[in-house]
């Protein structure tokens, strides 16, 4: 069996709008190779802070990262943290936020742009400091990795979906379009990585309002959808919590690690 895992952060993708627009995720939920679990995120409802609580479990009021201009390092355990130090390889191919949060910070985009360095906690990444930075290209970035470095931790964060959102709000065609074209381009490569046997795992860190923005506790704000794939989930109806995404995650790389996990989502 394959323990290597891909989690694909659709930013700001609200949950109802990936039951609508997402037709290859769903037509892979409905032939029982996927399953979609809604999940409330965590408060605020913002990027940077809901990074580190995918990647580390804890929810902003505990992490300090309580808003986007906050630019240090975590002060956390993360998946990437736990996994090199036990030796796994890991990448990203993601917004500059991420290499602040677990590699270096400040961002320098001349120095940190394309990181290959095995002493980091990302420790191949391929990061970006542009919201229209195209999702095609991203989705490049990250398969030039997965092919080239064999990471057995990849993180994958394209941000049209949330850019789009800010420019058009929740319920615009530029809004909904942008997910289907995200979906379409998963399914170029989610077959190739299903085949490959790797557990993946496609979510939000939060949804999108009509104001063009997001924060705070609407539906729509704190809706995100989690598609789980892959011989290690369980399939069946269960609660999961945003902040058991990343406990699960290091279950399915085999770490050592005192992270929440929704046991429900593992057989
Ligand atoms: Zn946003």
Same mark, same amino acid.
């Given at each position: 069996?394959?323990?290597?895992?891909?989690?694909?952060?659709?930013?700001?993708?609200?949950?109802?709008?990936?039951?609508?627009?997402?037709?290859?995720?769903?037509?892979?939920?409905? /032939?029982?190779?996927?399953?979609?679990?809604?999940?409330?995120?965590?408060?605020? /409802? +913002?990027? #940077?802070?809901?990074?580190?609580?995918? +990647?580390?479990?804890?929810?902003?009021?505990? /992490?300090?990262? &309580?808003?986007?201009?906050?630019?240090? #390092?975590?002060?956390?355990?993360? &998946?990437?943290?736990?996994?090199?130090?036990?030796?796994?390889?890991?990448?990203?191919?993601?917004?500059?936020?991420?290499?602040?949060?677990?590699?270096?910070?400040?961002?320098?985009?001349?120095?940190?742009?394309?990181?290959?360095?095995?002493?980091?906690?990302?420790?191949?990444?391929?990061?970006?400091?542009?919201?229209?930075?195209?999702?095609?290209?991203?989705?490049?970035?990250?398969?030039?990795?997965?092919?080239?470095?064999?990471?057995?931790?990849?993180?994958?964060?394209?941000?049209?979906?949330?850019?789009?959102?800010?420019?058009?709000?929740?319920?615009?065609?530029?809004?909904?379009?942008?997910?289907?074209?995200?979906?379409?381009?998963? /399914?170029?490569?989610?077959?190739?990585?299903?085949?490959?046997?790797?557990?993946?795992?496609?979510?939000?860190?939060?949804?999108?309002?009509?104001?063009?923005?997001?924060?705070?506790? +609407?539906?729509?704000?704190?809706?995100?959808? +989690?598609?789980?794939?892959?011989?290690?989930?369980?399939?069946?109806?269960?609660?999961?919590?945003?902040?058991?995404?990343?406990?699960?995650?290091?279950?399915?790389?085999?770490?050592?690690?005192?992270?929440?996990?929704?046991?429900?989502?593992?057989?």
């Amino acid at each position: 069996m394959n323990n290597k895992v891909i989690l694909v952060v659709l930013d700001g993708l609200n949950l109802s709008v990936a039951q609508q627009c997402l037709g290859y995720l769903n037509s892979l939920t409905t /032939s029982q190779q996927a399953m979609l679990y809604p999940i409330t995120c965590e408060l605020p /409802s +913002l990027s #940077r802070p809901l990074y580190e609580c995918l +990647l580390t479990g804890i929810r902003p009021v505990e /992490s300090g990262i &309580v808003h986007n201009h906050i630019h240090r #390092r975590s002060h956390h355990e993360s &998946v990437f943290s736990l996994a090199t130090q036990q030796g796994k390889t890991t990448a990203a191919a993601a917004y500059h936020w991420f290499s602040e949060l677990y590699n270096r910070s400040p961002y320098n985009p001349v120095e940190d742009r394309v990181t290959d360095d095995p002493a980091l906690n990302i420790q191949h990444g391929r990061f970006y400091h542009w919201d229209h930075y195209p999702d095609e290209a991203l989705f490049l970035d990250a398969e030039y990795l997965r092919r080239h470095y064999d990471p057995d931790f990849l993180l994958i964060h394209p941000m049209n979906i949330d850019d789009a959102g800010h420019q058009a709000g929740l319920d615009s065609a530029h809004y909904r379009n942008m997910a289907r074209k995200a979906d379409m381009i998963l /399914s170029d490569f989610l077959p190739h990585w299903i085949e490959a046997g790797y557990h993946i795992l496609i979510t939000s860190d939060h949804g999108m309002n009509n104001d063009c923005s997001h924060g705070g506790t +609407l539906t729509e704000e704190r809706a995100v959808p +989690l598609f789980v794939i892959g011989e290690r989930f369980s399939h069946q109806p269960t609660h999961i919590a945003q902040t058991d995404i990343c406990g699960v995650v290091c279950e399915l790389l085999g770490l050592v690690h005192n992270k929440p996990i929704a046991r429900g989502l593992l057989q």
